[in-house]
């Protein structure tokens, strides 16, 4: 399993020691004060250093007898330059001098792993502390670093899709986000502070990614930091609206139809064109002999609705998927309401505003044609049809 964190810095350690005691020209022996940098699993097998500028070659070393003592480096050939107490002697290794290059990863609660970047993953990142901090995934033994969410990558040909951003949460142990791309990520690191969260479950519809952990509980107000690493080569869906108004009282673009009572003709398919029927704002419903909807605070309609009729109503709706639609409907008679042909509503709401829930499992992403069906049974009095919607 990997080890989840935030990069703090990138520390880089070159392989050197000082010399413990000052060396005179033709000395074949180097005291330092610890040679564990020169010391291969073959002692015997030697290397290379540098010693003020100069590259020697030397043949192995000799542990000094306690921890204080100065170890011995013997050198394939005398010194040419002599070397004073403190000079700096470096392990090279291909020419270059070594270096050991290390992540420095707090994990939360204090926990910080210091992990190592071999040669390849070096050219990716700049020595130095990093402000803010860059989530990273190493490996469980700690031994290589696999992935840095929001981080180009040339080798998983992966792109940055939307690096960090600071939520808010609305309420304990679930966290929105609003994405610019679509496919569900494929790493989605998220932080309280420098606190790793682990993330249980993630789901996406639309453009809102919604994220639950089950072990840590956080209340309202509380900011986390989240990144996520996408496919490049997954095809973005269309971006659909964050949550808000989809349709207000009173609202244009309907397309309407009268036919009689008893016609039982089915208008509520999506893909049934409509290009034909007459188009009006709402609210429907305004014959002759209509009391009037003042009364009950409703705005009188702008069409002519005849008695002992039916009417279809049908406009397109942009939602976000999988969310719910929360609807209010003013209207007289006997209504039916589908949405995408699948049907979400039917009552008799006798005048009184209603108020129900379309489920976000009827609820696609992007846009969507709602149908509505109402019929007047009356033969003295109109229908009346109006309806908001929100989510």
Same mark, same amino acid.
């Given at each position: 399993?990997?080890?989840?964190?935030?990069?703090?810095?990138?520390?880089?350690?070159?392989?050197?020691?000082?010399?413990?005691?000052?060396?005179?020209?033709?000395?074949?022996?180097?005291?330092v004060d610890n040679a564990g940098d020169f010391s291969n699993e073959d002692a015997d097998e030697g290397g290379v250093l540098s010693l003020n500028g100069a590259l020697l070659e030397y043949t192995g070393v000799e542990w000094g007898i306690g921890d204080e003592d100065p170890d011995t480096i013997?050198?394939? $050939? =005398?010194?040419?330059?002599?070397?004073?107490? !403190?000079?700096?002697? *470096?392990?090279?290794?291909?020419? &270059? %001098?070594? /270096?050991?290059?290390?992540?420095?990863?707090?994990?939360?609660?204090?926990?910080?792993?210091?992990?190592?970047?071999?040669?390849?993953?070096?050219?990716?990142?700049?020595?130095g502390p990093y402000d803010p901090p860059v989530p990273v995934m190493f490996?469980?033994?700690?031994?290589?670093?696999?992935? $840095? =969410?929001?981080?180009?990558?040339?080798?998983? !040909?992966?792109?940055? *899709?939307?690096?960090?951003?600071? &939520? %808010?949460? /609305?309420?304990?142990?679930?966290?929105?986000?609003?994405?610019?791309?679509?496919?569900l990520p494929m790493s989605l690191l998220a932080f309280w502070g420098t606190q790793f969260i682990p993330i249980t479950e993630r789901s996406l519809s639309g453009n809102l990614l919604t994220v639950?952990?089950?072990?840590?509980?956080?209340?309202?107000?509380?900011?986390?930091?989240?990144?996520?690493?996408?496919d490049g080569a997954a095809p973005a869906t269309p971006e659909a609206p964050a949550p808000g108004p989809l349709l207000a009282f009173e609202s244009s673009g309907w397309k309407w139809l009268q036919i009689?009572?008893?016609?039982?003709?089915?208008?509520?398919?999506?893909?049934?064109?409509?290009?034909?029927?007459?188009?009006a704002s709402a609210a429907f419903g305004d014959p002759p002999t209509s009391p009037g909807w003042a009364s009950r605070g409703w705005p009188n309609g702008t069409t002519q609705w005849d008695i002992e009729t039916r009417m279809w109503a049908r406009r397109t709706i942009t939602a976000v998927g999988g969310a719910d639609i929360n609807v209010t409907l003013r209207?007289?008679?006997?209504?039916?309401?589908?949405?995408?042909?699948?049907?979400?509503?039917?009552g008799i709401p006798n005048g009184v505003e209603q108020t129900f829930t379309i489920d976000g499992a009827d609820v696609p992403s992007g846009s969507s044609v709602l149908a509505v069906r109402i019929t007047d049974e009356s033969s003295s009095l109109g229908c009346y049809f109006d309806m908001e919607a929100t989510q």
């Open positions: 399993m990997a080890e989840y964190g935030l990069l703090q810095e990138i520390q880089v350690q070159v392989r050197d020691t000082s010399i413990a005691v000052a060396a005179s020209v033709s000395d074949t022996e180097l005291l013997f050198l394939a $050939a =005398p010194l040419a330059v002599a070397a004073d107490v !403190g000079d700096d002697v *470096a392990a090279v290794i291909a020419g &270059l %001098v070594a /270096e050991d290059w290390w992540a420095v990863v707090d994990h939360g609660g204090g926990d910080v792993m210091v992990g190592p970047l071999n040669t390849v993953e070096r050219a990716a990142w700049a020595p490996s469980e033994d700690l031994t290589r670093l696999e992935d $840095a =969410p929001g981080r180009p990558t040339s080798s998983g !040909g992966r792109v940055q *899709a939307w690096d960090q951003d600071m &939520l %808010v949460l /609305e309420g304990p142990g679930e966290v929105a986000l609003a994405l610019t791309h679509t496919p639950e952990d089950s072990d840590e509980v956080f209340g309202a107000g509380e900011v986390i930091s989240a990144w996520y690493l996408y009689g009572r008893t016609d039982a003709t089915d208008y509520s398919a999506p893909a049934f064109d409509d290009s034909a029927w007459a188009t209207a007289d008679r006997t209504v039916t309401m589908w949405l995408d042909g699948v049907e979400v509503y039917n």
